[in-house]
């Protein structure tokens, strides 16, 4: 069924202007004033925007949803996490495939995209974690880049002895990546260093959940990310630092960005809305805000906010990896080593930027769009079929009403999870209607589209 959106105010990375928008067989075909709609087809679905944004469909470039992790797994599955996305406006997700340093590359790809083909109602592609590093590891790497459209890696500077990946490891792997044009996403800190820590603070007696971000500081992830960037110096690789939560690791980036590193940073939206004093509530509640890197001081928030609006930080994504407070994150009420890390945040996460980025000045529209679409888009091989609104585009779009306001509460939430990370928080602006490839999927809040009806959307690498 085509499609026509009339009268809304269209904000991308870079315009802002009022006119219609039609699309036929999945893509947007024209966009001009006052199309008239007794011109088009008769079982054209009219949508009215008058008083309303319209954005690029949203692109979330850090998501877990299949995570096996401290002998559990999250609690969404593909149908779930991505109904969740859908609702709050994203229309292409960015899955983080985990492997065990036992798996092979290719059954863990597959595993991962057989899950989201049967279930997944956004479209999808893949960051595929480099745990195992063998012969034939690397020969199965390079099958999936030249046939199966993977363009980005994953590593893991944390996790010791269960995802980490060696120095030795890590400049082969950066070398292979810059030969095939591959870009390397990384979790930024320093296994070593935090393994010792915690064991040092447990045996002090210290195991609440308030005790995981010191075991975790701005060092040593500043560390790692000057680690990343120093390999990448040596081999020419292009790297993208993941879920960056302060100063002092934006700062290791930028000086990097100085010598010619090629480097992207990522935040990610709960280390800009909640800080540290979540994860110190009593009673065990803290565990409720336990991820990593930890949420840090308050005063770290502000230069997040700043590095986006100087587009020194390229993308918000979520690390959206839900695990239910009860049955999940209390495997660790002895301690902190032993909650799963992670929280839900997919479908907040727009709204979260529009209430507490836009409507407080902190950035403007234009930057929203660039930094939860846009860029992610054009980092990781998609634009300008997503992240656009141009003729030949995917017709994935977002009318967006700035005037609706709310809470957010578990209760509208339509990830698995038992608890909202952002709860009673007030909410200002919603999707009012989103389209997935010009079929309306998501209303008010609401999945409404039929199941299972994402894509996966292969890439071409381009980081040579």
């Not at 393994?195 to 500081?217: C, F, I, N, Y």
């Not at 690791?249 to 979540?278: F, Q, S």
């Not at 994935?396 to 990370?421: K, R």
Request: proline letters at 5%.
């Amino acid at each position: 069924m085509p499609l026509l959106i009339r009268n809304g105010r269209i904000v991308t990375s870079t315009d802002d202007y009022t006119a219609d928008i039609y699309c036929e067989d999945e893509t947007i075909t024209r966009i001009a004033p006052g199309i008239d709609s007794r011109d088009l087809p008769p079982d054209t679905d009219v949508i009215d925007a008058s008083g309303k944004y319209v954005f690029p469909g949203f692109i979330d470039p850090h998501v877990h949803i299949n995570l096996p992790f401290m002998g559990t797994n999250a609690i969404d599955d593909h149908a779930s996490a991505t109904k969740a996305a859908l609702a709050g406006g994203t229309t292409t997700i960015i899955e983080m495939i985990c492997p065990g340093p036992d798996d092979e590359p290719a059954v863990a790809f597959s595993t991962w995209a057989n899950m989201a083909e049967s279930l997944a109602c956004c479209d999808y592609t893949f960051h595929l974690a480099v745990v195992r590093f063998d012969e034939l590891a690397k020969a199965q790497l390079r099958e999936l880049v030249s046939g199966d459209g993977l363009a980005s890696f994953k590593v893991f500077l944390a996790y010791l002895d269960a995802l980490d990946v060696s120095d030795e490891n890590l400049f082969e792997l950066l070398t292979m990546a810059k030969e095939l044009g591959v870009i390397t996403t990384a979790h930024c800190e320093n296994a070593v260093a935090i393994d010792r820590m915690q064991k040092r603070l447990v045996a002090e007696g210290k195991t609440g959940p308030e005790w995981h971000e010191p075991s975790r500081p701005r060092g040593v992830e500043a560390e790692g990310v000057n680690h990343i960037c120093s390999f990448a110096e040596l081999t020419g690789a292009h790297v993208y630092a993941v879920h960056t939560s302060c100063e002092a690791a934006v700062r290791r980036a930028m000086d990097a960005r100085l010598r010619g590193v090629n480097v992207w940073v990522e935040a990610v939206i709960p280390h800009m809305i909640l800080d540290k004093t979540y994860a110190e509530q009593e009673n065990f509640e803290g565990a409720k805000y336990i991820m990593s890197p930890p949420l840090r001081e308050r005063t770290e928030q502000e230069i997040l906010w700043n590095g986006v609006r100087g587009r020194e930080i390229s993308t918000i994504a979520t690390d959206h990896a839900p695990f239910n407070f009860k049955g999940q994150k209390d495997m660790g009420i002895n301690s902190f080593t032993e909650i799963p890390n992670g929280m839900a945040s997919v479908q907040e996460r727009v709204d979260l930027v529009h209430t507490y980025g836009v409507c407080t000045g902190r950035i403007d529209l234009h930057t929203m769009v660039n930094a939860c679409s846009t860029e992610a888009a054009r980092i990781f091989g998609m634009f300008p079929k997503k992240g656009a609104i141009r003729v030949g585009s995917d017709a994935d779009l977002v009318v967006y009403d700035p005037s609706d306001v709310g809470i957010f509460s578990v209760e509208t939430n339509l990830s698995q999870i038992d608890y909202c990370a952002y709860e009673g928080m007030q909410r200002r602006g919603r999707a009012s209607v989103v389209t997935l490839r010009g079929k309306v999927v998501a209303k008010d809040g609401q999945y409404v589209g039929e199941a299972g009806t994402g894509v996966y959307i292969p890439r071409e690498p381009t980081h040579f």
